[in-house]
């Protein structure tokens, strides 16, 4: 069973910090780029973060740039996403999601596997 599972959400300060996994099951991560998305109620989904398969690039759009990291593992299958200096407005789930491509995709619909999404809130 192919499978992605976040974890690492939770309830954070203003200016605090997170570390989000996505762990893949049932398939190689080797062999796909990895996204980061985020998504509040009544809103789409908002891709935070995006490495690529063959040579680590990555990707992040300028509302997290210089706060949000996205790395790989591939000897341990998992992609995680370093957030620092979170703000209220980074309240969202975060979802990771795999595509099995060269590139980065900024579409949620063209990324092959979902993991169930992590809640992370910021809050004082």
């Known amino acids: 069973q192919l499978q992605l599972v976040e974890s690492g959400g939770g309830l954070v300060q203003p200016g605090g910090s997170l570390r989000l996994s996505c762990a893949a099951s049932g398939f190689t991560l080797d062999y796909y780029s990895i996204g980061w998305f985020r998504q509040t109620p009544g809103k789409e989904r908002e891709g935070v973060a995006c490495?690529?398969?063959?040579?680590?690039?990555?990707y992040v759009p300028d509302s997290v740039k210089g706060r949000f990291t996205i790395s790989r593992d591939n000897a341990n299958n998992t992609a995680y996403l370093q957030m620092n200096s979170l703000k209220p407005e980074d309240t969202a789930v975060y979802y990771c999601a795999a595509k099995k491509a060269y590139v980065c995709y900024s579409r949620a619909d063209l990324y092959d596997h979902w993991g169930q999404g992590t809640q992370v809130t910021v809050s004082s």
């Open positions: 490495i690529r398969r063959t040579d680590g690039t990555t």
